[in-house]
């Protein structure tokens, strides 16, 4: 077979990898010693895993292949904070996946698609359009990247945390988030726990149903809003799944388990960042376990939008916690290098051509605020 027809077993969790193996008439557990040798060991030649026999190590080299994308560009933070663009095709598409380093954890967050196709429009992600949705091989080789990155400069601990909250909506790719996401908490790959791995969506509730039966990862949902005629217009997937639907979703993804929703609120100047904003938030929220996560807007080339100012995010964080909703502002990282929330761009053909949309109606939209 050809190197292009060759199977990428970065593409496959165990489950997937069990029965690639059984269809070869071998055991099960080829799959464990292959998911330690790769994604623990970082041995990408069948040739050097030596408790497989030679028949079938040459085999898996006349069939399969372990590929990871092409590290086009490595920037580092003043804040330690360090981005890598990553080339996933010969089409010259790319993604962005981030590193934040803090004193007690590594957290690695993470893109699942080129681009992203929901036009939240304070985000620059939104702005470029979208090409396609990535592989497992290509969500799950970014960890395997950075956690080889970090070993080989002395870091014993590796990667400790993933956030799916880079370019795209997970939960649009849904099939191949999941089997990266078993690979990241499986034993035999990452072993990350459940707890130290988030999901981040735009609200996509079909899915969050879905999601439900299959993993119990911690959730994340980008509300940015507390009432659907404000959330229509920042998040136009609101248009499709609204407000009282998105939350019932989030109560049946906690139900009976100990975990609380992480709901995440850019603010706004001006527009969704008042007192009277925070007590529609607060009475939307207060009965769900949840934590409220203040981002501040991290500005990028012709946003409409301006950051608020500290004196309203600290208002609005101190009412929220005054009614007993736990809240943080997030620290803006990586912003110097354009890595912070909102601003991950890569490099891509926008097959939706809303890069263009956008340009074309930029003197339209700029300075424009949303009538509270």
């Known amino acids: 077979m050809s190197a292009t027809t060759k199977v990428n077993l970065l593409d496959f969790d165990r489950a997937a990898l069990e029965a690639f193996f059984v269809d070869l008439g071998e055991k099960p557990f080829r799959a464990r010693q292959l998911l330690q040798w790769v994604h623990q ?4 030649d069948f040739a050097a895993m030596t408790d497989m026999s030679k028949p079938l190590r040459a085999l898996l080299a006349e069939r399969c292949m372990i590929h990871t994308p ?14 890598w663009l990553l080339g996933v095709d010969a089409a010259d598409n790319a993604i962005e996946a981030v590193l934040i380093p803090e004193k007690d954890r590594m957290t690695l967050c993470i893109s699942s698609q080129v681009g992203c196709t929901l036009n939240c429009s304070f985000c620059s992600t939104a702005k470029q359009g979208f090409n396609r949705n990535l592989t497992t ?27 799916m909250m880079g370019m795209g909506e997970p939960l649009l790719n849904f099939a191949a988030v999941i089997a990266a996401i078993n690979l990241m908490c499986d034993d035999f790959a990452y072993g990350l726990s459940k707890r130290r791995v988030t999901i981040s969506t735009a609200g996509v509730v079909p899915a969050i149903e ?38 019932r979703a989030c109560r049946a993804y906690i139900d009976g388990y100990n975990r609380k929703i992480t709901f995440e609120y850019v603010m706004l100047a001006g527009v969704n960042d008042s007192l009277e904003h925070a007590r529609e938030l607060v009475d939307l929220i207060r009965d ?13 080339p012709h946003a409409a939008y301006r950051c608020s100012e500290q004196s309203a995010i600290d208002a609005f964080r101190d009412y929220a916690l005054g009614r007993g909703v736990i809240t943080v502002t997030r ?26 949309k956008y340009q074309l109606g930029l003197d339209q939209i700029e300075g424009v605020r949303l009538a509270q």
């Open 331 to 356: 620290r803006a990282r990586g912003d110097d290098i354009d890595a912070a929330c909102g601003q991950l761009v890569g490099a891509f053909q926008d097959r939706s051509r809303r890069s263009r």
């Open 70 to 83: 092409r590290v086009l560009e490595v920037q580092d933070s003043n804040d330690g904070t360090r981005k």
């Open 288 to 300: 769900l376990p949840c934590k409220l996560n203040l981002i501040p807007f991290n500005p990028y």
């Open 137 to 163: 091989a290509e969500i799950i080789s970014q960890l395997y990247l950075v956690q080889r990155t970090l070993l080989a400069e002395g870091h014993q601990q590796g990667v400790t945390n993933v956030v």
């Open 210 to 247: 879905r999601l439900a039966q299959v993993t119990d990862v911690a959730l994340a949902v980008s509300l940015h809003a507390p009432n659907d005629e404000l959330r229509d217009a920042l998040v136009p997937l609101n248009r499709k799944y609204p407000i009282a639907e998105l939350l």
């Open 41 to 44: 060991r970082g041995v990408t």
